[in-house]
C-alpha cells in the first residue's frame, strides 16, 4: 500500500546542483525515518542522508557540507538538495523509509524505484 517515487535526477555538471524530491503515498499516519541512498556500478549502496521526522539529520562525510536533507511531514515528502556535485557522486539514488506507520501497523525498509544522477562534463 505504501509507495515511494523518487524525482528529479538527471544530468549535471561538475559543481552543479540537483534537488531531488521523494513522496510517500497511501494511508499513512507518519513516517519515522526518511532518507537517500545511493548506489554506483559495482558498489554497495550506501547512506547518503537521513532526517528524522522531529528534525535529527544523518550525513554521509563525502556529501557533508554540500547535501541537504529536507522533509514535509504534512506531505510525507523528502528531499535532497544537492550542491558542488562532483563525478563521485554519480549514482542511481534510491528513497528510503522506516517506521512508516499505517493502520496496518508499522513498517520499516521502504524504497523508491530510484532516479539516475549523472555529473560528468
Known amino acids: 500500500q505504501v509507495q515511494l517515487v523518487e524525482s528529479g535526477g538527471g544530468l549535471v555538471q561538475p559543481g552543479g546542483s540537483l534537488r531531488l524530491s521523494c513522496a510517500a503515498s497511501g494511508s499513512i499516519f507518519s513516517i519515522n525515518v526518511m532518507g537517500w541512498y545511493r548506489q554506483a556500478p559495482g558498489k554497495q549502496r550506501e547512506l547518503v542522508a537521513r532526517r528524522t521526522r522531529s528534525g535529527s539529520t544523518t550525513y554521509a562525510v563525502s556529501v557533508k557540507g554540500r547535501f541537504t536533507i529536507s522533509r514535509d511531514n504534512a506531505k510525507n515528502t523528502v528531499y535532497l538538495q544537492m550542491n558542488s556535485l562532483k563525478p563521485e557522486d554519480t549514482a542511481v539514488y534510491y528513497c528510503?523509509?522506516?517506521?512508516?506507520?499505517?493502520?496496518?501497523?508499522?513498517?520499516?525498509?521502504?524504497w523508491g524505484q530510484g532516479t539516475q544522477v549523472t555529473v560528468s562534463s
Open positions: 528510503n523509509a522506516d517506521g512508516v506507520n499505517t493502520a496496518l501497523g508499522v513498517f520499516d525498509g521502504k
